[in-house]
């Protein structure tokens, strides 16, 4: 490992900010998929059974795993434009740099400071094809948990 990830990482568990990245796992087709030919999402299902759980348009129920972790957040505003990822942006995006040993498989959303995120674009910063660190746009979701 190069010297630049191993100190990133280190200054990341210093001062890095707290936050939880939620991934989904074991996933439960829901009941409705059942009952249409495309094995998809079926709102008339839910209509007519209305006391099962809503999968909400999901198709499946699937169990959440919290991960605490550290990152570097940033307001898109405090970034320099030349430096963003790829996309598009609102005033209530954050730019996230995170250490590069951390899996996306599976992730679904970012937990920061009482609000929700999903992660977009996510790309990794590499000096000689060492990965140093990770990065991404973090579009907010819910302004609540
Ligand atoms: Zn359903």
Redesign the pocket.
């Known amino acids: 490992m190069l010297d630049e990830a191993v100190s990133f990482d280190e200054f990341l568990e210093e001062e890095g900010n707290d936050l939880v990245f939620l991934y989904e796992s074991s996933k439960t087709p ?4 059942q009952n249409n030919v495309h094995g998809q ?3 008339y ?2 209509q007519t059974n209305p006391a ?9 129920f699937a169990d959440v795993n919290q991960v605490n972790n550290k990152a570097f957040i940033l307001p898109v505003d405090d970034v320099e434009e030349k430096t963003l990822p790829a996309g598009s942006y609102s005033k209530d995006d954050q730019i996230i740099y995170f250490s590069s040993s951390i899996s996306l498989e599976g992730l679904v959303n970012v937990e920061y400071r009482g609000k929700v995120y999903e992660l977009k674009n996510p790309d990794s910063y590499s000096i000689q094809n060492q990965d140093i660190c990770q990065f991404g746009l973090l579009k907010l979701v819910k302004t609540h948990v």
Do not use: F, I, K, V
Not at 30 to 33: D, E, I, V
């Open positions: 829901c009941p409705c998929t999402y079926d709102r299902w839910h099962e759980p809503d999968c909400q348009g999901q198709g499946y």
